[in-house]
């Protein structure tokens, strides 16, 4: 059987790349792991990326911070008997 390579790029912002190379066999089922585990190595460098851009910005609330902060709101407005209407407009009549 021949070998075969899986070949894949990361650029960075700054115009750095980062080259990653699989060796897959001649076979889907060799392609499919191959592409898993390049994928597995390319979300291992992005996942390092964004602990570093996370680390850099300071103090900023997470993401599902805010989702939290938000679905608290959403329960005290409907808590206060804030009525939401379910029903669709009427429709209007023509003069």
């Known amino acids: 059987m021949a070998t075969c390579e899986l070949k894949g ?10 080259q990653f190379t699989v060796k897959v066999d001649d076979n889907l089922k060799s392609m499919i792991s191959g592409v898993k585990k ?10 390092v990326l964004v602990e ?15 989702d939290e902060d ?9 808590k206060k008997g804030t009525k939401t209407n379910t ?6 009549k023509k003069n």
Do not use: F, M
């Open 9 to 18: 790029e990361l650029k960075y912002r700054d115009g750095q790349t980062n």
């Open 38 to 47: 390049l994928s597995a190595d390319i979300s291992d460098v992005l996942t």
């Open 52 to 66: 570093q851009e996370k680390g850099s910005t300071g103090n900023i609330k997470d993401a599902d911070d805010d």
């Open 70 to 78: 938000d679905s608290d709101e959403e329960d005290n407005n409907t």
């Open 87 to 92: 029903e669709p407009p009427k429709k209007r």
